[in-house]
């Protein structure tokens, strides 16, 4: 019987560990996939071993399964296997390498590499010479070549199953989420955010958002897509928190109180000192920016240490000695430049020479200035709430219709993928990219009614909320067909 198998090889960091670290941080992937995993399809197969996780899967869901465990944290490659059972003889074994590989080897040198586990009559290095040689006589391959073949074929035999890896893919790498701890990312929905809290949770640690709205709808509906959107796509094994903090009254005492020059600086203090209040309610013992080192005025190291004295938490900043487009090349492989470069901006404090050099002395007469009391009732009024209720939180207040059967219907649809092909229906379909969709449907007809879709029809309700939101368009609606 033949079913697709996926053979997941460890972060070698995890294999150094001790055996009882070793062994929960494998137990802890194991989890994570089971949950992950059992969203696709309750009939997955999922078994733990000391070095590696096997997943057994259908082909029908094939593509989602290999997509899932290529953006899960603690795997660092992703072996596609065929396998087969019943695997009594050598013979029955070069019969069936025969028939899978074959065709790949067609003008061209290779070498065959077994592993085998169990008791059996032939050894491995007999499998391979065994399997090369039926493979020359009965292919149109060039040759055998063991030292710098141009296809290698992989096959592991543990007892009767025999395992053909077709594919090898380099996985996410670091921890299992879920092993080292929670942490709070200072999210404003840009490059540098959102690769910064990727990289968190990269290496494992489950990462919860926190957003300072300083005055805009748009803006904090931007975040909070993005939000989801890495949250669902490298972090989705735990639920996580997105907060969001009015800070527009903050921002108008930080006008009254602080001089030009400072207030750059003074801002980042004052939501250091927010996230802090709110991380160890949280019981958080850490956060993280995406502050580079010079990248702006108020990032100097100089300055960075002004914006440190302001709390006694752990600080982490992966991007620190990052150049931008070291970060912008990683915000385009993760997805989430697109996002970046379509968020709307408040851009409240805009200081006329910025200090690059603070003096500490300075900072100290200047923070004594401000009104702490703002800041408290700031954090006291902040909104938290889980990021997969994200959807339902921002159309509580004027829910997005949703349009399940197009007939009778006088619709456009859009379709905001960004696949090559939209989706196919009964009326006018568009497709338009999600991250085109801002200025795209500003040209667009007004006197149509638009529905957005996209596969799940979660990044379309959000879209449509903002554009209802920030280009004051009433007819938007969200399609999502019966399946």
């Not at 944290?73 to 590989?101: P, W, Y």
């Not at 989705?236 to 602080?258: G, M, N, Y």
């Not at 901006?345 to 910025?354: A, H, T, W």
């Not at 200090?355 to 009104?371: L, P, Q, W």
Request: charged share 25%; net charge neutral; with cysteine.
């Amino acid at each position: 019987m033949k079913t697709q198998k996926f053979i997941l090889k460890l972060f070698p960091e995890i294999m150094v560990k001790g055996s009882s670290a070793k062994r929960q941080m494998v137990g802890q992937l194991y989890n994570n996939l089971l949950k992950l995993l059992g969203e696709i399809d309750t009939d997955i197969r999922v078994r733990k071993f000391s070095d590696k996780i096997e997943v057994v899967t259908s082909v029908k869901v094939l593509d989602r399964v290999r997509v899932r465990l290529l953006n899960t944290s603690g795997i660092e490659q992703v072996l596609e296997a065929l396998q087969f059972d019943n695997m009594m003889t050598l013979d029955d074994i070069k019969l069936e390498v025969g028939r899978v590989v074959s065709d790949r080897l067609e003008g061209k040198t290779f070498v065959v590499r077994a592993k085998r586990t169990g008791t059996h009559s032939f050894n491995s290095s007999e499998m391979e010479r065994t399997i090369g040689g039926y493979l020359l006589a009965n292919s149109n391959a060039k040759s055998v070549d063991l030292h710098n073949p141009e296809v290698t074929i992989r096959i592991e035999l543990i007892n009767n199953q025999l395992n053909i890896i077709n594919h090898k893919h380099r996985g996410l790498g670091g921890y299992p989420i879920g092993t080292q701890g929670d942490i709070l990312s200072l999210m404003s929905g840009g490059f540098d955010s959102t690769v910064a809290s990727y990289m968190t949770m990269k290496r494992g640690i489950k990462t919860h958002f926190i957003f300072f709205n300083l005055g805009g709808v748009a803006h904090e509906i931007g975040v909070k897509q993005v939000s989801f959107y890495l949250w669902n796509r490298f972090g989705a094994s735990h639920r996580v928190k997105i907060i969001s903090v009015p800070f527009d009254d903050v921002l108008t005492e930080i006008f009254r109180s602080t001089p030009e020059t400072y207030m750059g600086v003074t801002l980042k203090r004052l939501m250091l000192m927010a996230s802090e209040k709110i991380a160890k309610e949280m019981d958080i013992d850490a956060l993280v920016t995406g502050e580079s080192v010079a990248q702006v005025s108020s990032q100097t190291l100089r300055n960075l240490a002004l914006i440190d004295q302001a709390t006694n938490m752990l600080v982490i900043r992966p991007l620190a000695t990052m150049n931008k487009p070291e970060i912008i090349d990683i915000a385009s492989e993760i997805g989430t430049k697109h996002f970046a470069e379509n968020m709307p901006e408040y851009c409240g404090v805009i200081s006329k020479n910025p200090i690059t050099h603070g003096s500490f002395k300075r900072m100290e007469r200047e923070a004594k200035r401000f009104d702490y009391s703002v800041l408290d009732r700031a954090v006291e009024e902040a909104k938290s709430i889980y990021v997969d209720e994200i959807v339902d939180d921002i159309t509580s207040n004027a829910p997005i219709e949703i349009v399940e059967d197009l007939d009778g219907g006088d619709y456009v649809v859009i379709d905001i993928r960004g696949e090559s092909r939209a989706i196919e229906t009964s009326c006018e379909t568009l497709n338009i990219p999600f991250h085109k969709l801002k200025m795209e449907f500003k040209k667009l007809p007004q006197d149509k009614n638009y529905l957005l879709y996209c596969e799940k029809g979660v990044m379309s309700q959000l879209h449509a909320q903002y554009l209802r939101d920030s280009q004051n368009r009433e007819n938007i609606k969200v399609y999502r067909p019966i399946k």
